[in-house]
């Protein structure tokens, strides 16, 4: 693996909390690698330790083959950030702003690069408009374009499409793709599992500690147990029933219940039985491919 990335025994703390827990991965040059969890996992602190906004209580970072205790300006000047907050100058326009994170860049003859990226995130039309009266599809956009006025080797994207209204999330995830092409590495924190069905590879987070990392495909299939889904008339009182009656780890998404079983045909006429023993109709039922969200939940509830 080309490494671009290398965190080894990464560990930060606010005072008795410890948002990271002697965490250690890498990531590789020209791959989207996503971080996923909860509020509270431990991800922001993550992304903001790796672009050196943060001092670790202890561990070695290396971005870009900079060691980044000793070396935090080289790696800053060749990587983009887009923090989880729209953090650009309301008061000015689409235009100011992209000329004011060249500025702060030492990037010169900058407007060939800022038409480009104005094109490319779509925002030519409103290029003289106040980023205030931005939408907040089109505020991530803009943050994202001065980001990347630099030409940056990596790009930190901290939960970037949180709030964002679903035609918006779907045209950032097009640019993100372009850049791929382009040979950027992205590193990315979501809440969204299906945002990290995206990713090359995802590492799990939960409590500060990674507790799954790997593609998505391999980890969805490293839960071997079979995953059965049931719709039923009073799918409330179905889950109270099953929870109280069986060990079977279960589910609720909306009017749906995934119940994690050990073998299909017996354990699924065992709950049959209970619910029409109880008056609950099911409507409807299915063995299914366990999702990133089925054995995320199933990896915290077992770590906890």
């Known amino acids: 693996m080309n490494k671009i990335i290398d965190i080894k025994n990464l560990s930060k703390s606010y005072n008795d909390i410890l948002a990271v827990d002697d965490v250690s991965y890498n990531v590789a040059k020209g791959e989207m690698f996503g971080l996923v969890g909860p509020d509270g996992a431990g991800k922001t602190t993550t992304i903001r330790t790796l672009c050196g906004l943060l001092i670790t209580d202890s561990g070695e970072i290396e971005v870009l083959g900079y060691n980044l205790l000793k070396e935090r300006k080289k790696i800053q000047n060749k990587i983009g950030y887009l923090s989880q907050k729209f953090s650009l100058y309301g008061d000015l326009t689409v235009d100011e702003n992209i000329e004011f994170f060249a500025d702060i860049h030492g990037v010169k003859d900058y407007e060939n690069r800022s038409n480009e990226l ?103 299939g490293s839960l071997e147990k079979d995953v059965i889904e049931i719709v039923c008339n009073k799918i409330r009182e179905a889950y109270k029933l099953i929870q109280q009656n069986f060990p079977f780890e279960i589910q609720m998404f909306g009017d749906r219940i995934n119940i994690i079983v050990d073998e299909y045909e017996t354990d699924y006429k065992r709950i049959e039985k209970l619910l029409n023993d109880n008056s609950i109709e099911i409507l409807n039922h299915r063995l299914i491919t366990p999702s990133l969200e089925n054995v995320f939940i199933h990896l915290v509830q077992e770590a906890n």
Not at 160 to 172: A, E, I, M
Request: proline share 6%; net charge positive; aromatic share 6%.
């Open 118 to 220: 104005l094109e490319f995130t779509r925002l030519t039309p409103f290029k003289d408009r106040l980023a205030e009266k931005l939408s907040g599809g089109m505020k991530q956009k803009l943050a994202l374009a001065c980001s990347l006025i630099h030409k940056p080797q990596i790009i930190f994207l901290d939960e970037p499409t949180t709030g964002v209204d679903p035609v918006s999330r779907r045209d950032f995830w097009k640019i993100l793709s372009n850049l791929l092409k382009e040979g950027i590495t992205i590193f990315m924190s979501t809440p969204y599992l299906d945002e990290a069905e995206r990713c090359n590879r995802v590492a799990l987070m939960s409590n500060g500690k990674i507790i799954s990392l790997d593609t998505p495909q391999k980890i969805k």
